[in-house]
């Protein structure tokens, strides 16, 4: 499975650069971003991109498509076998544990949709939107740990100690 994964990301995206190499570009080259994101070099070429807009847009849905057909395959099979599960206290241990799981593929799919349709679509929209590009990469690994930590009980009760209103902070005492 991890080399199924690794050969279809290398497969989508080594060919970017190649499309990118046979444009002239009249622009300025400074890139809206700290890091090289292909719509922004895109964006600076004088030559016709549709080849890449139609690309960009087919490894996007080949990416995010697949990924989620493979994701809701996958917990449609879990929920029919949680389900078959006797004990309801148990079914309710298996299904907490996908939440977890769901909330952090979300956090990291909904961020990326967003940046590649604001990148796509959103060329009058203020620059704070395009800040979005910054979500998309420190949200989810900032967010990971806490959502896969809050679900643990002694984390979760030391956490509300530290923040009970009424009683003053250690530092104030």
Not at 34 to 63: D, P, Q, R, W
Not at 73 to 98: G, K, W
Not at 105 to 124: A, N, Q, T
Request: hydrophobic share 50%; charged share 15%; net charge positive.
């Amino acid at each position: 499975m991890g080399l199924s994964s690794l050969l279809r990301s290398a497969l989508l995206i080594l060919s970017l650069p190649f499309l990118l190499r046979h444009f002239q570009y009249c622009c300025s080259h400074v890139l809206a971003h700290a890091y090289c994101l292909h719509l922004e070099i895109m964006k600076l070429a004088c030559s016709s991109i549709i080849v890449n807009h139609i690309y960009g847009l087919f490894v996007v849905a080949c990416t995010v498509g697949v990924d989620s057909l493979l994701i809701f395959l996958s917990y449609a099979l879990i929920l029919r076998t949680v389900l078959r599960i006797a004990s309801r206290q148990e079914r309710l241990r298996a299904l907490n544990t996908c939440v977890s799981h769901i909330c952090a593929v979300l956090l990291f799919y909904i961020p990326m949709i967003g940046l590649s349709l604001v990148h796509r679509f959103g060329e009058h929209l203020p620059r704070t939107v395009h800040l979005m590009s910054y979500v998309y990469l420190l949200v989810p690994p900032l967010m990971n740990p806490i959502v896969y930590n809050i679900k643990i009980k002694q984390i979760r009760q030391r956490i509300v100690k530290k923040f009970e209103f009424g009683k003053p902070f250690r530092c104030f005492q």
